[in-house]
C-alpha cells in the first residue's frame, strides 16, 4: 500500500455564537485527503482528516512542512511490512522529521489533521472499523467498548438566545437523547452566569448532571470567585477555569474547589500533560482531562500521554476529550475513556457522530464500518470529497 498523494484545503465552521475568550465568526478548519493506490472492494482507498473546532485552519505548516516530508518519505519508511499497510505511527514520525522540541501550537494541529486522515485510511485497508483497529494496537482492556458516554456540550454566547434560546436549546439536548450537558460560563458577569446555570439546572430530570466552561478565561482570584458560587451546586465539572498551561493556579484551585475540576484541551503534547500531572496538583480520583488528538499530534502522542498520566495514578477512566468529533469517540472506546464531548447541532458538519448510531441514554455506540466512519455523515463526506 502506498500513499499515492495527499491533499489538502480549508473549510470554513464559522458560526455567531461565543464563549468567554472567543467568538466563531472566522473560524476555519483544515481538511486532509489521504490517497492510496491500496483498493477495497473495488474503489480506492481514501483516508479523511480534520481537526477539532476552536483552533484556525493550518495551510502553510501543512503544504511546506508536514505533507512533503511524508510524500517525500519511501514507502518502506512508512508501511508496516508485517501487513504491508501505512502505519500511522511510523508516518507521525516522518511528518515530524526536524522540527525541535517544545513550541507546541499550530504545528500539533497540522500533524493531528494529517493523523486523522492516516488512521482512516489505515482502518479502511485493514477493513477495521478505527476503534478496533486502535485496540488491537493500544487497548490495554480484554474488549473495546462497543458504546461511550457522550455529553452535550452547547449553551455558548449567543446575541439572539437570552435564557429563553438557552432553555430550548438544553430540551432539545435532552429529547436528542443526552443525559448530560455543559453550558459556557465566563462571557457575563458572575450573577448573569448563576442565572444560566440556576436556568439549566431547573430542566434537567433526576440523575441529569451540569458542567461549566470558562474556557481558561479566569485569573485566579475569579476562579476562587466563582469556584465559592459554583460550590452552591453539584456540578459534573468545572472546566478552564484558569489559563490551561498556568499549573500553579490549577493547584491552588484544586485545594479549594471540592467538585471535580476539567482541563487539558489545550494542552497539546505529552510534555505539556507532563507538566500538569506535576504541578497542576489536580486529583486523580475525580478531575477530568480533556486533551484532543486532533490538536495534539494524533493518536501516538495521545498514548504517550496515557502512558505518562499512569505514573501519576491516572487511568483513561480519566479522560473526556473536548472535540466532539468520530476519531476521539474512536479514540474513547478503544482505551476505555470516560467519555467523549459531543457538540449537537454546533460545528457542522465536522462535529457529531454516525447517523446510524443515535444517542440513547447518554451513549452513543461506535459504527462498524472500516475507518472513522467518515462515510456514515454523508454531508462530512461530500463536502470532503468536493473540496478534496
Ligand atoms: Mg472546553
Known amino acids: 500500500m502506498r500513499i499515492t498523494k495527499i491533499t489538502h484545503s480549508e473549510a470554513p465552521i464559522a458560526s455567531r455564537i461565543s464563549n468567554a475568550v472567543i467568538d466563531f465568526s ?15 472492494d473495488g474503489e480506492p482507498v481514501v483516508g479523511y482528516g480534520f481537526h477539532s473546532n476552536g483552533r484556525y485552519a493550518q495551510t502553510g505548516i501543512l503544504a511546506t512542512r508536514v505533507l512533503p516530508r511524508v510524500e517525500e518519505a519511501p514507502a518502506e519508511a512508512i508501511t508496516d511490512p508485517a501487513t504491508g499497510i501505512i502505519d500511522p505511527v511510523a508516518v507521525h514520525r516522518v511528518a515530524m522529521a526536524n522540527e525541535k522540541p517544545g513550541g507546541h501550537g499550530d504545528r500539533a494541529v497540522a500533524v493531528g489533521t494529517l493523523d486523522m486522515a492516516v488512521w482512516d485510511a489505515a482502518a479502511k485497508a485493514a477493513g477495521l472499523p478505527l476503534f478496533r483497529l486502535l485496540h488491537r494496537r493500544f487497548g490495554t482492556t480484554p474488549e473495546p467498548e462497543t458504546a461511550v458516554w457522550v455529553y452535550a456540550a452547547g449553551g455558548y454566547y449567543h446575541p439572539d438566545k437570552p435564557l429563553d434560546g438557552l432553555r430550548a436549546e438544553i430540551g432539545g439536548y435532552l429529547e436528542t437523547g443526552y443525559r448530560d450537558v455543559k453550558i459556557k460560563i465566563g462571557g457575563a458577569p458572575l450573577a448573569e452566569d448563576m442565572r444560566r446555570i440556576e436556568t439549566v439546572l431547573e430542566l434537567l430530570p433526576e440523575g441529569s448532571r451540569l458542567a461549566v466552561d470558562a474556557n481558561g478565561r479566569f485569573d485566579l482570584a ?8 459554583l460550590s452552591d451546586y453539584d456540578l459534573m465539572w468545572y472546566e478552564e477555569p484558569v489559563d490551561p498551561l498556568d499549573y500553579r493556579a490549577h493547584a491552588v484551585l484544586a485545594e479549594e474547589y471540592a467538585g471535580p475540576l476539567a482541563t487539558g484541551e489545550n494542552l497539546f503534547s505529552a510534555a505539556d500533560v507532563r507538566n500538569l500531572r506535576r504541578y497542576g496538583g489536580l486529583r486523580p480520583h475525580r478531575d477530568v482531562l480533556q486533551m484532543d488528538p486532533s490538536l495534539s499530534y494524533g493518536v501516538a502522542e495521545y498514548d504517550a500521554m496515557l502512558r505518562d498520566l499512569a505514573l501519576g495514578g491516572w487511568s483513561p477512566r480519566n479522560c473526556c476529550p473536548h472535540g466532539g468529533n468520530q476519531i476521539n469517540l474512536a479514540l474513547a472506546a478503544a482505551y476505555g475513556f470516560g467519555g467523549c464531548e459531543s457538540y449537537p447541532q454546533v ?32 454531508a462530512l463526506h461530500s463536502m470532503l470529497r468536493e473540496r478534496l
Open 347 to 378: 460545528f457542522e458538519p465536522f462535529g457529531g457522530f454516525a447517523e446510524n448510531t443515535p444517542i440513547t441514554d447518554g451513549r452513543v455506540a461506535l459504527p462498524e464500518a472500516p475507518g472513522i466512519g467518515i462515510e456514515l455523515k454523508p
Open 26 to 40: 472566522r473560524m476555519t478548519v483544515s481538511v486532509v485527503a489521504v490517497h492510496t493506490d491500496a483498493v477495497v
Open 222 to 229: 475569579t476562579a476562587l470567585e466563582y469556584a465559592r458560587a
